[in-house]
C-alpha cells in the first residue's frame, strides 16, 4: 500500500520569507511524487512532479520541491513567499511500477503567508 | 472545453434519495478519476476509467455507488440511497494518457458538494 503524510495542519509564514510545507510517502516501488494546490472552492491545481532525475524540480509559480529518497520525502519550498501562496496544499504519491497505478493525496497542508 | 466541467456544483439531498453527479472532462483525455473530498481532508480515490473501461473500482466504499462512462468521455457517479456519510466534496480529474510515465499531470474540476440532510 502506498501513503503520504503531512506531518503539519497549517504552517504560518511570512510574506517575503522563504516556506517550506513537509511531506513524506511510503510506496513499495519507486515513487512518483507531486504537488497540488487547493483554493477555496476550486480543484485541486498541478504544481509541480518528480518522475525521475534530478532531485530538485521546479514547477509553477516560484514553487520547487527536493525528492530525498533516504528520508522519503518531497518537501515543498519557496524562496520568498507571496500572501496570494495562502491556501491548501497536497502533497501525492503513487508507485512508479506496472501501469496504471492510483494516485494517493495526502490530508493536506493549509498555508497562510501574513502580510 | 477548457478544462474539467462538474454538475451541479452544490447538491443537496434527502437521506434516502438517489443522487447523479457529472463530469465532463477535457476533450480527447483517456483516463478519467473520481475522488471523494471530507471537510478537512484529502481527496480519496473512489474509481478509474480508461476510455470508457472501469479499471478500478476499489475505492467505492459500498454498493450504493456506482460511476460509468459508457461512450468514453463524459462520466457520471451515482450514488443510490443516500446516506450522511456520503456527504462531501466529489471531484473528478483526468489525464490525456494512459498510466505510464508520461500520465504524471491529472487536471481537477471544481468538485460537486454533496450535502445529504
Known amino acids: 500500500a502506498q501513503s503520504v503524510a503531512q506531518p503539519e495542519d497549517q504552517v504560518n509564514v511570512a510574506e517575503g520569507n522563504p516556506l517550506t510545507v513537509k511531506c513524506t510517502y511510503s510506496v513499495s516501488g519507486n515513487p512518483y511524487l507531486f504537488w497540488y494546490v487547493q483554493y477555496p472552492n476550486r480543484g485541486l491545481q498541478f504544481l509541480l512532479k518528480?518522475?525521475?532525475?534530478?532531485?530538485l524540480v521546479k514547477g509553477s509559480y516560484g514553487f520547487e520541491a527536493e525528492f530525498n529518497k533516504s528520508q522519503t520525502s518531497f518537501h515543498l519550498k519557496k524562496p520568498s513567499a507571496l500572501v496570494s501562496d495562502s491556501a491548501l496544499y497536497f502533497c501525492?504519491?503513487?508507485?512508479?511500477?506496472?501501469?496504471?497505478?492510483?494516485?494517493?493525496f495526502g490530508t493536506g497542508t493549509k498555508l497562510q503567508v501574513i502580510p | 472545453g477548457a478544462g474539467v466541467s462538474q454538475s451541479p456544483r452544490y447538491k443537496v439531498a434527502k437521506r434516502g434519495q438517489d443522487v447523479a453527479l457529472r463530469c465532463d472532462p477535457i476533450s480527447g483525455h483517456v483516463s478519467l478519476f473520481w475522488y471523494q473530498q471530507a471537510l478537512g481532508q484529502g481527496p480519496e480515490f473512489l474509481t478509474y476509467?480508461?476510455?470508457?473501461?472501469?479499471?478500478?473500482k476499489s475505492g467505492l466504499p459500498s454498493d450504493r455507488f456506482f460511476a460509468e462512462r459508457p461512450e468514453g468521455s463524459v462520466s457520471t457517479l451515482k450514488i443510490q440511497r443516500t446516506q450522511q456519510e456520503d456527504s462531501a466534496v466529489y471531484l473528478c480529474?483526468?489525464?490525456?494518457?494512459?498510466?505510464?510515465?508520461?500520465?504524471?499531470?491529472?487536471?481537477f474540476g471544481s468538485g460537486t458538494q454533496l450535502s445529504v440532510l
Open positions: 480529474a483526468s489525464s490525456p494518457r494512459t498510466g505510464g510515465a508520461t500520465n504524471e499531470k491529472l487536471f
Open positions: 476509467f480508461q476510455n470508457e473501461a472501469q479499471l478500478d
Open positions: 518528480y518522475i525521475t532525475g534530478d532531485n
Open positions: 501525492a504519491v503513487r508507485d512508479s511500477s506496472g501501469g496504471y497505478q492510483k494516485v494517493t
